[in-house]
């Protein structure tokens, strides 16, 4: 199981994701504004394109660096998210599938030795 950080403005948007990335075995943690994040996290999922959400990928990033990133929209240049660790694209509308499929290649990756 891994510890999946959610990074999303929209309410009921937030709530799908929780449930989804739950359904697939992980532990989803949603990232409030202004909120701490916690000490382990294997994969940050965000759309990017709100202010809420690049300040948590600012803070994420600076706590892991090698983090890896899911991104669920265009990916703005002053995040900073190019060659800083492990970035996936996963435009938005997608299937519940998809995001299985995301999160495992990225989880994958990670896990293997180089």
Not at 13 to 35: C, F, I, N, Y
Not at 54 to 70: Q, S
Not at 85 to 111: I, Y
């Amino acid at each position: 199981m891994a510890s999946i950080l959610i990074s999303e403005v929209e309410r009921d948007v937030r709530r799908l994701l929780t449930t989804l990335v739950e359904r697939q075995g992980h532990e989803a943690v949603v990232l409030e504004r202004g909120g701490a994040v916690p000490a382990r996290a294997d994969a940050l999922l965000v759309d990017p394109v709100s202010t809420m959400s690049a300040e948590h990928v600012r803070l994420v990033r600076a706590l892991f660096p090698d983090l890896p990133v899911v991104c669920m929209g265009p990916l703005p240049f002053e995040l900073g998210l190019i060659g800083r660790g492990p970035v996936s694209f996963l435009p938005k509308p997608f299937a519940p599938e998809a995001l299985e499929a995301a999160l495992a290649r990225t989880l994958e990756v990670c896990a293997s030795p180089i």
